[in-house]
């Protein structure tokens, strides 16, 4: 999407609730349902500002009851509204788990395709800030691994805008995940890709599309969020060490940019997936099949998956610490697949 | 904990307290207190690394209602129940320890009758339930108790524990601390019901309303349910009134509560209104708070420590407890990984 004269810089959540604002503004039928997304405007800033602006009905505050208002949003979308829920963590996506899987996703299906569900779930993914193993993960796969539904996770605050506006157009249900780390917010270490330049008006970014976020001869990196933003900053060490390395923010799970993955693998012919997420059965594993399945015989090194190991995400800076994929070992990974 | 005797008391079991258990009491809550600002001054200073969640304002009835258990009964806490797990024995230095180095949130001694802290919201209540029915299946005499938040009573397993709990006549005692707040939510718009003690009515069997300020009123009710518990009576539901501010450490309550009202909520403070009827009744006095002061910052102290100690972080226990039997392929998976780790050094 091009940048224009009116663009300002925005955090990210700044970003997704200017992108519900304006739908807001546009669409009588959006509405906003959720756990402390009214005068709290959202834990991690989602719908700051809008209580203030459009009221108790339409910034609804739910109480702690995860299926009944996840629910309701799926009745009030089949009704004809475009309901925005929040799932204030992704992981207690477990006490609501079949309004989202066995109903959100499948009813479209199970209706025949006469019932629609235009429905955006955004919750708040990833770890790094020591909120112990059922507050950090960001479940990529979990939910990606799921026909009827597309899942999102844009990294940057101008995606954010783009996909949380297509998301909410589209009718498909969707859930757009948004990374704590990448929100901005004043109490997390704040990092430089939390902030960009948005544009002012409303503006759309297809769901399922790729983005190259740095072009590179050498070697692949293909990650998401927040292994999006280390993996660029391996690229900068891995410049020093003459390594010229192509990075892709996948932006989307499903759907998944496949030709944009094996195209740069064809150039480069080493592919390193980086995954805040479960090792095993996860995105680097698609990933990895994708690129085995099509472009086998581009790669010049086998394909190489950096990712959390089996394990829950420890609460213990330092042990979450050693979990998580980080800038320096994704170049370790990367010198090693160009060396080998 | 009390002796077997107390716990005859019956329907006057508050008066079966003595002075020295009060003081008891009395210090068990201000060395909570004392924790709990010293957990958030660290905090301050950017020295504890990690999410916490306070509980000042809410001792009286966590400690109230652990003081009403006996040796044999069970604890199924959540994360705002610090109070209460050291009054119930839990090691201070686990509670400095846990946001700081090793995951010592999990660890719990091997005797203590401690269930981990729930952190998903009512996600215990069905495990108090089943664990309180499987000691009655088996004849033991034991009684459990839950605490949760006004928020969790929102909450579908909340609402399935209750009703299993009351079928099944589970001896199990549930407290719900209501401190008005869930995050940002009132508990006015929590639920349409006038009180949170009549839900127990639907499932049922009895809730009670307490002030939750006032030490001796829960101690009071919570060991008449813990009794009719141990008797084969069934649940009880209580429910003590308290105050707290603020939610956790990465919250800001000033974002939907006013001064005036913070204020307010500060003056019903706990501490202060034990500590005068420990005056009045001649059972404390300035020597005993100076002795007091003195001791819970020497405990403290030595907590900090002890956490010091516990807090080197090893890598390799991060694989410890994910299996009871580990497979070979996630020992396989552990080996490569901590390989790694070694040869590209650890990450900071
Ligand atoms: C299933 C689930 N949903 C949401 C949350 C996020 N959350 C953490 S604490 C909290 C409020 C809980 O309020 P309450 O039960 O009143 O307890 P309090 O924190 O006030 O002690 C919420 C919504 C959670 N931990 N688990």
Redesign the interface.
């Given at each position: 999407m091009a940048t224009t004269a009116k663009s300002r810089m925005l955090t990210g959540s700044k970003a997704m609730v200017e992108a519900i604002d304006q739908e807001m503004e546009r669409d009588p039928r959006v509405f906003v349902m959720g756990?402390?997304v009214?005068?709290?405007?959202g834990?991690f800033g989602s719908t700051t500002g809008l209580f203030e602006k459009y009221g108790p009905t339409r910034i609804l505050?739910t109480?702690?009851?995860?299926?009944?208002f996840i629910g309701a949003a799926i009745g009030a979308a089949m009704e004809g509204m475009r309901p925005i829920v929040e799932l204030m963590f992704v992981?207690?996506f477990?006490?609501c788990m079949d309004q989202i899987y066995n109903q959100m996703a499948k009813i479209h299906y199970m209706s025949g395709g006469h019932v629609k569900v235009p429905l955006v779930l955004m919750t708040a993914v990833g770890g790094g800030?020591?909120?112990?193993a059922?507050?950090s993960q960001t479940l990529y796969a979990t939910f990606a691994h799921l026909p009827g539904m597309k899942v999102v996770a844009p990294t940057f605050p101008d995606d954010l805008k783009g996909m949380m506006i297509a998301a909410i157009r589209e009718d498909n249900p969707v859930i757009l995940m948004f990374h704590k780390g990448l929100q901005g917010l004043g109490?997390m270490d704040q990092l430089d890709a939390s902030i960009g330049e948005v544009p002012q008006e409303p503006y759309t970014v297809p769901l399922g599309r790729s983005r190259i976020v740095r072009e590179g001869n050498d070697v692949t990196i293909v990650g998401i969020q927040m292994m999006t933003v280390h993996a660029m900053k391996a690229a900068e060490q891995l410049k020093e060490a003459g390594i010229d390395a192509e990075v892709i923010d996948l932006r989307s799970l499903v759907p998944l940019d496949r030709e944009t993955i094996l195209r740069s693998v064809a150039k480069t012919h080493r592919l390193l997936v980086v995954d805040e997420d479960y090792?095993s059965y996860g995105m680097s594993a698609e990933i990895a099949a994708t690129v085995a399945e099509a472009g086998l015989y581009d790669l010049e090194a086998p394909i190489r998956r950096l990712a959390i190991?089996?394990?829950?995400i420890?609460?213990?800076?330092?042990?979450e610490?050693?979990?998580l994929p980080?800038a320096?070992?994704i170049a370790?990974a990367a010198k090693a697949l160009v060396n080998m | 904990m009390l002796t077997e005797e107390k716990m005859k008391g019956g329907k006057g079991a508050d008066t079966a307290l003595q002075p020295s258990d009060l003081e008891r009491a009395l210090y068990l809550m201000k060395r909570a207190r004392a924790l709990d600002e010293r957990v958030l001054s660290l905090q301050r200073q950017g020295k504890v690394?990690?999410?916490y969640a306070p509980f000042s304002g809410q001792e009286a009835a966590q400690i109230g209602a652990v003081m009403a258990m006996e040796s044999n009964d069970w604890l199924f806490p959540t994360y705002r129940d610090g109070a209460a797990l050291t009054a119930f024995g839990y090691p201070l230095s686990y509670l400095f320890a846990?946001?700081?180095?090793?995951?010592a949130?999990w660890k719990r001694p091997e005797k203590l009758h401690l269930w981990p802290p729930a952190?998903?919201?009512?996600?215990h209540l069905p495990h108090a339930v089943g664990f309180a029915m499987a000691a009655q299946f088996r004849h033991d005499p034991l009684v459990v108790l839950a605490f949760c938040g006004d928020?969790?009573t929102?909450?579908?397993?909340f609402h399935e524990a209750l009703n299993l709990a009351g079928l099944f006549h589970a001896p199990v005692v549930l407290v719900i601390e209501n401190n008005g707040y869930?995050?940002?939510?009132p508990r006015s718009?929590?639920?349409a019901s006038a009180t949170l003690a009549q839900k127990a009515e639907a499932y049922g069997f009895p809730g009670v309303q307490v002030d939750g300020h006032d030490l001796l009123a829960v101690y009071t009710v919570v060991r008449r349910a813990v009794e009719r518990a141990r008797q084969g009576e069934g649940p009880t539901l209580i429910k003590p009134e308290v105050s707290l501010c603020p939610h956790t450490t990465?919250?800001d309550p000033t974002?939907?509560r006013s001064k005036e009202e913070l204020e307010a909520e500060r003056k019903k403070d706990p501490l202060p209104r034990l500590t005068q009827y420990l005056r009045e009744q001649g059972a404390w006095d300035d020597t005993k708070e100076q002795q007091a002061t003195d001791r819970i910052v020497e405990e403290l102290h030595r907590a900090e420590r002890e956490a010091v100690k516990l807090?080197e972080?090893d890598?390799r226990?991060?694989?410890d407890n994910?299996y009871a039997h580990p497979p070979k392929t996630?020992l396989a998976?552990?080996n490569a990984?901590l390989r790694e780790?070694r040869e590209?050094?650890?990450?900071?």
């Open positions: 756990e402390d009214g005068k709290y405007g834990i505050d109480p702690i009851s995860e299926t009944a992981d207690f477990g006490v800030y020591n909120d112990a059922q507050h109490w090792q190991p089996d394990v829950p420890p609460y213990s800076d330092p042990l610490n050693f979990v980080n320096e070992k370790e | 690394i990690g999410t846990f946001p700081t180095g090793v995951d949130r952190i998903s919201i009512a996600s928020g969790a929102s909450e579908g397993d869930a995050i940002s939510l718009r929590q639920t990465a919250d974002k939907y807090a972080a890598p226990v991060i694989f994910v996630f998976q552990r990984f780790l590209g050094g650890a990450p900071s």
